[in-house]
């Protein structure tokens, strides 16, 4: 079956603008996660959903970074003034239960 | 707070030669214990999970890891190498009830003919 799909793959921005990425996860996966993957670094998580209760925020670094999730499909992560420190993979993952999570191939942000 | 540490940045080895890759966590209850292979421009792949029961765990691709409570370990091996082995490997941990996964940096895999 599909897996994770996150769009655009690449995204290259001027600093300043605004941008949108998405995240379409296993169809019936009620948990929805975005993680963020600077270069050299581990995987840091930035929010999750979980059907319909009020997301985790708790790793967003910034009140720029927002997220949102339309039951339990698409996820949209918007960064608003983007800024250099913001170029990174941004990774999307699903899962079913609290257990394993899939993820997609990434999103990779270049803020020049 | 939870933690994972991968001690290793880089790893070289020889095609055919065994593999063992480290990961140790910091966690105050039992810990769901996951390795993840990512390659060059893709997302990261599951190689095998820990939750509990038996303490070696086979995976996929002929991986395999131990969870050592004793060492708060749960290092990743493999046998024998193969030149498509090289990849980047994640250690995760996170909790019966979870809600994330905590990374180590990860270890690059590079294996030589």
């Known amino acids: 079956g599909a897996g994770v799909s996150q769009s655009p793959s690449n995204k290259v921005t001027e600093k300043g603008k605004d941008v949108e990425l998405r995240c379409d996860p296993i169809s019936g996966h009620t948990a929805l996660y975005w993680y963020r993957q600077r270069l050299g670094q581990g995987l840091e998580f930035l929010i999750y959903f979980q059907g319909n209760s009020a997301p985790d925020k708790s790793g967003l670094p910034s009140d720029r970074f927002s997220a949102e999730r339309t039951g339990e499909s698409v996820s949209t992560l918007t960064i608003q003034r983007t800024q250099q420190e913001d170029s990174a993979v941004y990774l999307c993952?699903?899962?079913?239960?609290?257990?394993?999570?899939?993820f997609g191939p990434g999103t990779r942000l270049t803020v020049t | 707070a939870q933690s994972v540490t991968q001690p290793d940045i880089h790893i070289t080895v020889s095609e055919g030669a065994s593999l063992e890759l480290r990961c140790n966590y910091s966690?105050?209850?039992?810990?769901?214990l996951f390795w993840y292979v990512q390659s060059p421009g893709q997302g990261l792949q599951l190689l095998l999970k820990y939750f509990s029961g038996d303490t070696l765990v086979q995976g996929i691709k002929g991986f395999e890891a131990e969870f050592k409570r004793s060492q708060s370990s749960f290092n990743l091996r493999k046998p024998s190498v193969h030149w498509s082995d090289a990849a980047e490997y994640f250690c995760a941990v996170g909790s019966s009830g979870y809600s994330t996964l905590t990374f180590g940096k990860g270890t690059m895999l590079l294996v030589s003919p």
């Open positions: 993952a699903s899962s079913l239960s609290t257990r394993e999570q899939y």
């Open positions: 966690y105050g209850a039992t810990p769901y």
